[in-house]
């Protein structure tokens, strides 16, 4: 089936060459990194987490969010999402494989990662974390080849894929419930230190996954002739509105805990991301724009796909709202979350993070590699789709 991807029009070779050269300089500036050392980057001895692993922790939510397409479709037997839910399959591979880049680019020495497997510590959550997320993308392979594969020949997938599609499915919520271990655990850091946080990542994860995957259904209706279904379509913008819903609301929880009880470290957390934090008579607000945008985007994106106008009668307008939840989140998530919990530090001293230009230029190239993969697997369904077709 690799040879599909090998044909396309004039737009398609454009946009991997686009991807392509985005590849190419953060590979460059990878290599000058990796030369250099992270010293390079923005990160310090208070803000070790930058940049890179907030970009982790957002992605494992959008490769978690798939699991809102296999779970109807597989065990509740919602045919509706039949087009689209090998979508979902190959956008959770494209989203984990960005997740393993991520890791290897903030190590600085990506040979480290494997003392993980030569030296596994089951105590460490960093070790359940490496075996949900590597299982869950061999699972989402397997599943996804396989069934793809059967749909071509127009057969019926093998019995014994099933018993690995409903495994995928707690694979799918334990690789965000470890990553959420990941910060929860961490008893130095008060706003990490939540119960809520696994439940917080899960509603955001099943919001931003399923936006995404409108967002690439939409666009692949009007440039490759791919109709998911208006009612598949649907039924994901319901998912996204009562997941968006949640999310904020377990928001709100982590206010009232913060200001309500007065926990100086919780609640200096959430001061410095959506008010600015003043500390020894200076201000330190660099994220308040970010967040007060990741507000302003859910606003507009739940006001757009809440109303029947825009969300039946216009794709460019529901695509609008679905982008604007993905952005809202990754702004919560693939930014304030991460960097708001390492302040204050430890001594009550606060150290503001900035990202330097070589890691946004690393932090491209491995989107770009990520849309790239997720272009081949989608080339690569959707001829098949066609070929059944005709």
Request: glycine share 8%; aromatic share 18%.
């Amino acid at each position: 089936m690799f040879e599909k991807a090998l044909k396309g029009n004039n737009y398609y070779w454009m946009w991997l060459a686009f991807l392509g050269l985005i590849i190419v300089i953060g590979f460059v500036s990878y290599l000058r990194q990796y030369f250099y050392g992270l010293g390079i980057t923005g990160m310090s001895r208070d803000v070790s987490w930058g940049l890179y692993i907030a970009q982790f922790t957002f992605l494992v939510g959008v490769a978690a969010g798939g699991v809102m397409l296999v779970l109807p479709y597989y065990i509740h037997n919602f045919r509706q999402f039949g087009r689209i839910t090998i979508l979902g399959e190959f956008l959770a591979i494209a989203a984990l494989l960005m997740c393993v880049l991520f890791i290897f680019v903030d190590l600085g020495q990506p040979l480290r990662a494997f003392n993980v497997m030569l030296h596994p510590t089951p105590s460490s959550m960093l070790f359940w974390d490496m075996c949900v997320l590597l299982g869950y993308m061999f699972l989402n392979i397997l599943c996804g080849w396989v069934i793809l594969t059967a749909e071509r020949k127009q057969v019926a997938p093998p019995k014994w894929i099933y018993l690995f599609v409903y495994i995928s499915i707690p694979f799918a919520i334990s690789i965000h419930t470890v990553t959420a271990m990941l910060y929860c655990g961490l008893p130095g850091r008060h706003f990490w230190l939540s119960a809520i946080i696994a439940p917080r990542f899960l509603a955001s994860a099943f919001a931003a996954g399923p936006a995404l995957i409108v967002v690439m259904a939409l666009i692949l209706k009007r440039v490759a002739n791919f109709d998911a279904g208006k009612e598949a379509i649907d039924k994901m913008v319901t998912i996204i509105i009562y997941a968006a819903i949640a999310n904020m609301f377990f928001l709100s929880l982590e206010f009232f805990v913060g200001y309500y009880s007065q926990i100086p470290g919780h609640m200096h957390s959430l001061e410095y991301l959506f008010f600015g934090l003043e500390h020894h008579g200076h201000v330190y607000n660099n994220l308040v724009p970010f967040m007060w945008a990741f507000i302003l985007l859910f606003l507009v994106g739940m006001a757009l796909l809440c109303y029947p106008a825009t969300r039946k009668g216009n794709d460019l307008w529901l695509g609008v709202g679905c982008a604007s939840i993905f952005i809202a989140f990754w702004l919560d998530k693939g930014i304030g979350f991460v960097l708001a919990g390492f302040l204050p530090n430890p001594t009550n001293e606060i150290t503001q993070y900035y990202p330097h230009l070589n890691e946004l230029l690393i932090a491209a190239g491995v989107w770009a590699i990520g849309f790239f993969v997720l272009t081949i697997l989608y080339k690569i369904a959707i001829g098949v789709e066609h070929e059944i077709e005709a």
